[in-house]
């Protein structure tokens, strides 16, 4: 069955970084697109962008230039999403979630538990 | 960018109830228009996608519809499982935006 699966939870300083990893497991990783959502406390959903699995190529939501870096590695079927000069505006729970079909890539049918990222001095 | 203006943004209503969702895009997003339901603590789940296309395992209680730049979710018979908060999103153009939720409450 479908699964993605992030790391655990980070408590990170003001400007520190952070990654936080998808591994996505009972499917072929390369034929469907990933997507990174944020929820930041008591919020609704946000668009982050998503990342082409098979080219690698990115796209990314205005607002989420600059800092925040997607990326893969194909061969452990995982993504990761990297956050640069954290600060306390980005505490906030990550999901990664995958593409419904090999031919779209914003209609999300599976989802990763999330990851909470806290930016705290 | 593309905006999703959902409405109401919180509802309360009873088991046993019709309930609907509606969702407008400020733009043309042809069918191009999705619904996650979201409870606490836990990540959204993908209920309707293509406006009306139910995706695999919802009850057959869910059902999406269209009108022009008019989109709606309808809860046939709300159950005890559906208080949650729900979402629209369109992926016709990135970003893929989101509406700002509703929550439905037990009445």
């Known amino acids: 069955q479908v699964q993605l699966v992030q790391s655990g939870s980070e408590l990170k300083r003001p400007g520190a970084s952070v990654k936080v990893s998808c591994k996505a497991s009972g499917y072929t990783f390369t034929n469907y697109a990933m997507n990174w959502v944020r929820q930041a406390p008591g919020q609704g959903l946000e668009w982050m962008g998503w990342?082409?699995?098979?080219?690698?190529?990115?796209t990314y939501a205005q607002g989420f230039t600059g800092r925040f870096v997607f990326s893969l590695d194909t061969a452990v079927s995982t993504a990761y999403l990297q956050i640069s000069s954290l600060k306390a505006e980005d505490t906030a729970v990550y999901h990664c979630?995958?593409?419904?079909?090999?031919?779209?890539?914003?209609?999300?049918?599976?989802w990763g538990q999330g990851t909470l990222v806290t930016v705290s001095s | 960018d593309i905006q999703m203006t959902q409405s109401p943004s919180s509802l309360s209503a009873s088991v046993g109830d019709r309930v609907t969702i509606t969702c407008r895009a400020n733009?043309?997003?042809?069918?191009?228009l999705n619904w996650y339901q979201q409870k606490p603590g836990k990540a959204p789940k993908l209920l309707i996608y293509a406006a009306s296309s139910l995706q695999g395992g919802v009850p057959l209680r869910f059902s999406g519809s269209e009108s022009g730049t008019d989109f709606t979710l309808t809860i046939s018979s709300l159950q005890p499982e559906d208080f949650a908060t729900y979402y629209c999103?369109?992926?016709?153009?990135?970003?893929?935006?989101f509406g700002q939720g509703t929550k439905l409450e037990i009445k």
């Open positions: 999103q369109q992926s016709y153009r990135t970003p893929y935006t």
């Open positions: 733009h043309t997003i042809s069918n191009y």
């Open positions: 990342i082409n699995t098979n080219t690698g190529n990115p």
């Open positions: 979630a995958r593409a419904r079909s090999p031919k779209t890539s914003g209609s999300l049918d599976y």
